[in-house]
């Protein structure tokens, strides 16, 4: 049976999910924390595409993402934006061990943004499909 | 293409008061953005200015359950159930109202994001509204709907 959000009060559906992406010592993470404890991102975060990958502009820093990984980063930023909108606190996006703390509704769009940019990417990809892209 | 396109459509409904349209909702386990919004009137031929505003809901009201339908044939059905035509208003979420955009019924309400920083997102589970703000003056038919992205579900 599909499960209808309906039959359920918003806050007992709504939940976020630690998305954690490991290569060496660096690391990407979002969670959703029931506390903020982390200083506000220092400047505007945006999410970006040049052709074959998705960007997330933050500040003087620069994140450079295939679409896969870039599509479920923005898939984890949406999910755990919710379930800070819906049952309070804050998201963690943490890249390279620099924390940012995000409002719900920030990271809902950055995420969604973000999912919008890897669809552009995608496109790019398939016009060019004798271009060689990392996987 | 990442995710999957439907589509919301009421045609003609004969409306006479304020009320919320379409109270939309993404499945519990995918994300939806919402990628056009459209309000056309189709019975009255004069001029007369109303509105609509965009706004994000806490609490689901009543209306009519529609299903959206899918734009490529195959594809799996919508993870939710939004309703359009409400009987009992939601209660919408202070202080989010997206868009607000008055339209003469003449010729109608068409919104899209000018870029794709300015989509509307919406989180699992989560609830949003499209109303009409301004009574209009007398029953009119109104034919509106929307197009959905659904990611994930």
């Given at each position: 049976m599909k499960h209808d959000p309906r039959r359920y009060s918003m806050p007992d559906v709504v939940r976020g999910k630690r998305f954690e992406l490991r290569a060496g010592e660096q690391k990407v993470v979002v969670d959703h924390l029931s506390k903020g404890i982390y200083p506000a991102p220092p400047d505007q975060l945006r999410a970006r595409f040049r052709f074959d990958k998705a960007y997330v502009l933050m500040g003087r820093h620069q994140l450079e993402l295939t679409t896969p990984v870039a599509h479920k980063l923005g898939f984890a930023l949406a999910t755990n934006g919710g379930a800070a909108l819906y049952l309070g606190g804050v998201v963690l996006f943490e890249v390279g061990g620099e924390r940012y703390s995000l409002p719900g509704e920030s990271a809902i769009q950055l995420g969604g943004v973000l999912l919008k940019k890897v669809d552009r990417a995608d496109d790019w990809q398939r016009d060019h499909p004798r271009r060689r892209v990392a996987t | 293409m990442i995710g999957r396109m439907y589509g919301l459509a009421i045609a003609s409904q004969a409306q006479t008061t304020s009320k919320t349209l379409m109270e939309l909702v993404s499945a519990a386990d995918g994300v939806t953005l919402l990628e056009r919004v459209y309000i056309k009137q189709t019975s009255f031929d004069t001029s007369e200015n109303l509105g609509s505003t965009f706004q994000r809901i806490t609490t689901t009201g009543t209306g009519t359950a529609t299903t959206p339908i899918p734009?490529?044939?195959?594809?799996?059905?919508?993870?939710a159930t939004p309703e359009t035509n409400s009987t009992i208003e939601p209660t919408y979420t202070a202080s989010t109202n997206i868009i607000e955009e008055g339209f003469n019924v003449l010729s109608g309400l068409l919104w899209t994001p000018a870029n794709d920083d300015e989509v509307i997102v919406m989180s699992p589970s989560a609830l949003f509204g499209i109303n009409l703000d301004v009574a209009p003056s007398g029953s009119m038919n109104f034919s509106y709907g929307c197009t959905l992205r659904e990611i994930g579900g």
């Open positions: - | 734009f490529q044939v195959g594809d799996p059905a919508y993870g």
